[in-house]
């Protein structure tokens, strides 16, 4: 009997095509990275967008309610918590700061483990699951480890996620052994944890959901397009995130282009990929033209986005080149800051996310973004995610900066109660 089929694998490097359900984590043919193609969804745009509903009729998960753009096949077996359904906020005191009149802020940090993750991880481990994968494995910077060890545990699937050792934060860590993964300690950074996981699911058979796999990327595609949904499928000037490994570069652009083509949208928004200073390999290549990447050895206090040699480099790349976007860095100390403005407008985010804000204000600075374009920024995860870096920026920085809220010791009598109180009515 022969079906239509309705989605494959197809190979970015060479082109060489492959069944949806083969669990090669490469190509078989040349080891290039593999995306997933889907034959067009039937109906008018209009149509489309109905079947999809509103974001006020809320689907139980954000990424399913797209199930047919997604992955058609497994949109009815899916392992949801529900996930996405995130909001999209507006802040005065934050977008002040960045200088700019319309600045939204799409926070992921509200998904069920805390990350974007979560909206990856649903498909990777729906489709480990179709296919009888034993086990799934990760290497992680935490959250991705965190996010695959709760959808492993609800899929009953074991799970083994590398992490390295004395790298990720602890709120991220203590996750995945909550929910009971076999948490590898491994000595070296983020990319040596990759190398590793990469032999061995190779060796022994384990199946693999790191960000270069296609399936996670399809479930991050949804952040754009509820993000779209959101506002009436109407675009933005500019969509601003953090970069790291490049998944949510190439899952955006991936997005757009599918979005365009299909007549959701009927132009693009410019994307803007923000790197820590200390870990900017592609924005290093962007100021080059994209002549080459050239891997560094990665060191910011944003650990989420501490990679030196992004798996996802060329898809970066193309995402890039087709929304005419741009990449930039932050130092730690502006990424600080941002996270302090975020923080006290009562949004809070984790350190990589606050990149995000950080980079709108620089490419304000630079006029790259213009006061009244209409910016979208996500911020990736939730502000408990690095709860150390919060005793550091409020605890134990010498001098404390301007933003550091200190614990105050008092005698335990209401008049140092009255002092305090006093001493805040005076904005002290
Ligand atoms: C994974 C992650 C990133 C980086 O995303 P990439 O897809 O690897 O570029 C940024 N922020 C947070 C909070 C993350 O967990």
Known sequence: MTTERKSWQRCDACGAEFDERDASPRCRECGGLLAIVHTPPVGTPTELRARFGTADNRHSSGVWRFGEIVLPT??????????????????????AWADIDSLLLKHEGHNPTGSFKDRGMTVGVTQAA?????AVACASTGNTSASLASY???????????VPEGQIAIGKLTQSLAYGARTL??????DACLRLVEEASDALGIYLLNSINPFRLEGQKTIVLEMLMQLDWTVPDWVVFPAGNLGNTSAFGKALAEAHAWGLISRLPRLAAIQAEGASPFARAFARGFDHLEPMAAETVATAIKIGAPASYERGVRA?????????SVTDAEILEAKAVIDRAGVGCEPASA???????????????????QVVGVLTGHVLKDSGVLKLMHQEMEPPPAWANRPIRITPDIDAV??????SADGK
């Open 74 to 95: 497994a949109t009815a077996t899916a392992v949801t918590h529900p996930e996405g359904n995130t909001p999209l906020l507006s802040r005065p005191a934050i977008s």
């Open 185 to 190: 300690l491994v000595p070296g950074d983020f």
């Open 152 to 162: 492993a545990a609800q899929a009953g699937l074991p799970a083994l996620v590398f």
């Open 320 to 328: 890039i080149r087709a929304t005419d976007g741009v990449v930039c």
């Open 130 to 134: 179709r296919i009888g994968a034993r």
């Open 418 to 423: 009255r002092r305090v109180l006093d001493a």
């Open 355 to 373: 990149a995000t804000v950080a980079g709108v204000r620089k490419l304000r600075e630079q006029g790259v973004i213009r006061p009244g374009d």
